[in-house]
Nanobody
Framework: QVHLVESGGALVQPGGSLRLSCAASGFVLDPYAIGWFRQVPGKEREGISCIGIRDGNLWYADSVKGRFTISSDNAKNTVYLQLNSLKPEDTGVYYC???????????????WGQGTQVTVSS
């Protein structure tokens, strides 16, 4: 069974940094695209970033370009999201998900983790 677990979320001040991890088990990352999404109460889940594991193709939402970096360590079956220069509007529950190809739409992804809370506040 596909299983994804996010970790690394925390309460940080504006301008701070976090590294989120998405650890996969039950499958190998290689055939998949792994996306990161953010959920804010009352709003639709928003695509933040995506990586095509096999070809290394990357995508970032305009709101995080230049601040967030997605990467993978295939030997560890893990995808990371480095969050720098954090802003209060980055607050939300961050989820990773596996899909066939990278898109920015959450319905295109098949398997999801439980999420990790990121709160940016002074």
């Amino acid at each position: 069974q596909v299983h994804l677990v996010e970790s690394g979320g925390a309460l940080v001040q504006p301008g701070g940094s976090l590294r989120l991890s998405c650890a996969a088990s039950g499958f190998v990352l290689d055939p998949y695209a792994i996306g990161w999404f953010r959920q804010v109460p009352g709003k639709e889940r928003e695509g933040i970033s995506c990586i095509g594991i096999r070809d290394g193709n990357l995508w970032y939402a305009d709101s995080v370009k230049g601040r967030f970096t997605i990467s993978s360590d295939n030997a560890k079956n893990t995808v990371y999201l480095q969050l720098n220069s954090l802003k209060p509007e980055d607050t939300g529950v961050y989820y990773c998900a596996a899909g066939r190809v990278c898109t920015d739409f959450y319905r295109d992804f098949d398997s999801w983790g439980q999420g990790t809370q990121v709160t940016v506040s002074s």
